[in-house]
């Protein structure tokens, strides 16, 4: 991790330049390192660029830095509710077109029902089951 806020994976010894610009990145906000771990690797599995963060201030300015092909937002953030990220990235003019995917541990039906209207994508509920977070992922980014 290149801080402890952010990382970003690059292998630059098994990867060219050109082969990382194909690769589609992705933002991960998530602050709890188990989970946070299980997403890196299901997103390395299926060769895909990512950065990360724990918060999301770091998360908006993340996304305005590197336009990432999508998010994968946890909701229940140390500084601010995932909805307020979500309100903030869909006002900017930068990220309002960025698909947002809540990975939350939210299950209700209203609590989807909020996610979705608040600007959310997608959902998926925490524990969820790898090919169903995969099935998601490539929904989104298509069979890259």
């Known amino acids: 991790m290149t801080s402890p806020e952010q990382s970003i994976n690059s292998d630059a010894n098994s990867n060219t ?4 610009v194909k690769q589609p990145m992705i933002l991960v906000v998530e ?13 390395l599995a299926i060769d895909c660029s990512f950065i990360t963060t724990t918060n999301g201030n770091a998360a908006i300015l993340l996304a305005q830095t590197y336009q990432p092909k999508l998010i994968l937002l946890d909701i229940l953030l140390p500084d601010m509710n995932g909805e307020e990220v979500v309100y903030n ?5 930068q990220t309002m077109t960025i698909p947002i995917v ?4 939210l299950a209700r039906p209203e609590d989807r029902k909020n996610l979705l209207f608040a600007g959310c994508s997608d959902y998926i509920s ?4 790898i090919d ?6 490539f929904r989104y980014l298509g069979q890259f």
Request: charged share 25%.
């Open 17 to 20: 330049q050109q082969e990382i």
């Open 126 to 129: 925490k524990p969820y089951l």
């Open 132 to 137: 169903d977070l995969e099935t998601i992922i």
């Open 102 to 105: 809540a990975v939350t541990a």
């Open 31 to 43: 602050d709890n390192e188990d989970n946070l771990l299980l997403l890196s690797e299901v997103l």
């Open 89 to 93: 990235l869909k006002q900017n003019p």
